[in-house]
């Protein structure tokens, strides 16, 4: 009987972990919101406070108490699967028809603000290799080293950028549209190049590579051939004769069987769930949204914060020491300038000023949740130290937070809308509808 017992323990010692998660991330991003900061911002800091930061240094070890070793199994896999939602969002809600129509400048902003960033990065982790070269016993290949921290700098994230232009009125403007467009198309260039990155770092030599690369293009021909006329099929019999519930039910066990290909295939179980949402049928739009995407966002949004406490309890920002801070001064220098400069100079040639050209680098430089799972990922694996990883993750909370305090300096209260092209005070919301089928839009006018 003791085994069952111990079981039942750990289970409401989960339980309760995840309850503290709930309500601290739930209070500090209300806070992050008060101070018009996304909430992604709030969540990642109570990851990091609930961890050996903050919680961990005050008496009675408390971090180890609420989550301690032996908990932290479970609350991976309900992190794993809200990060996995999560992905699969991403995926399904990319805009192809906006890329194609902005097909040039997206692509020079796209290319601008990865490569510079790519290129700056694997410049520092050149410089600070020799410190970071071997990960609990095991050497760290070099070029793996610089590829990821090369890809992991060129990241912008897609869905806290959607929020901050939203917030900020900046949606339905020629400059937030580029920025979205571009971040939404180099999430995935990030994506691709990760999971080749991912794929080098874990295969056995040469022809473990090979063998992960033509079983990667094996998936994605099948995913493109057999899975998205499948599921076309699968959509259509749901919305004649099925209930949301079963298609949200069919849609959750597609991605997790996704997730688990990519991962035997050799490459991490997230871009097995983005693929799937890449190659779900986008049409009924307003039954496919109401049926499948709220539920499954709102199921992610409920797990995700997890993933942010099992993220800061490797976060220790007290044990940094001169060296490391040090270290992070070239991490964000590194970072920031990558960005404004690679994506601000391709926006000043499309016909942009100065202002509104930085204005585009600074919104491309915000990272946020995307570049934590990059970084969780780096971690797993062995490519990351507790140390770098501290430094990254500061990394990305500071380049998200300094994108909302910078925008009304960067791009003045005024307003291009995306239809007449022309220029607009800002002014209260109004509610513009849209065709049928479409959404009401927030213009400001």
Known sequence: MTQPHAAETLQATAI????????????????????????????????????????????????????PDEVRPLLSMVAQLGLLLFMFTVGWELDWASMR????????????????????????????????????????????????LGVSMSITAFPVLARILKDNKLSRTKIGALA???????DVLAWCLLA??????????????????????????????????LLARAVGWVSRRGTGVQLATLVTAGLLL?????????????????????????????????????????????MLPVYFIVTGLSVDIASMSLAAWGELG????????????????????????????TGVGVLMNTRGLTELIILGVGLSLGVL?????????????????????????????????LVTGKTAPAGPLVRIPEPAGGKASDLAG
Request: aromatic share 6%; charged share 15%; proline share 6%.
């Open 385 to 417: 130290d507790d140390t770098l990883f501290t430094e990254m993750v500061l990394m990305a909370l500071i380049t998200t937070a300094m994108t909302g305090p910078l925008l009304p300096y960067l791009l003045p209260r005024t307003r291009m809308d």
């Open 258 to 302: 996704s997730a688990y290909t990519t991962s035997k295939i050799g490459i991490h179980p997230i871009f097995g769930a983005f693929a799937f949402g890449l190659v779900m049928p986008r049409a009924p739009q307003r039954l496919l949204e109401e049926r499948m995407l709220r539920p499954l966002q709102h199921a992610g949004e409920l």
């Open 180 to 186: 979205l467009t571009s971040a939404a198309f180099g």
């Open 16 to 67: 309760a972990g995840i309850a503290v998660i709930l309500i601290a991330g739930t209070v500090l991003a209300r806070l992050a919101r008060r101070v018009r900061q996304p909430a992604v911002i709030g969540e990642i800091t109570a990851g990091i406070l609930l961890g050996p930061s903050l919680l961990g240094l005050l008496p009675g070890d408390l971090t180890q108490r609420l989550f």
């Open 101 to 148: 129509r902005r097909k040039r400048s997206v692509a020079g902003v796209t290319t601008g603000s990865m490569l510079a960033p790519m290129a700056l990065g694997a410049g520092v982790a050149a410089l600070i290799y020799h410190r970071h070269s071997h990960v609990d016993g095991d050497k760290v290949p070099f070029s793996s080293f610089c590829l990821y």
């Open 330 to 357: 070239l991490i964000l220098a590194a970072a920031v300038l990558g960005k404004i400069l690679g994506a601000g100079l391709p926006a000043k040639s499309f016909g942009l000023n100065w202002r509104e050209s």
């Open 196 to 229: 080749g990155v991912v794929a080098i770092v874990t295969a056995s030599g040469p022809s473990g590579f090979l063998d992960t690369l033509w079983m990667s293009a094996g998936y994605g021909s099948a995913m493109i051939v057999v899975v998205r006329p």
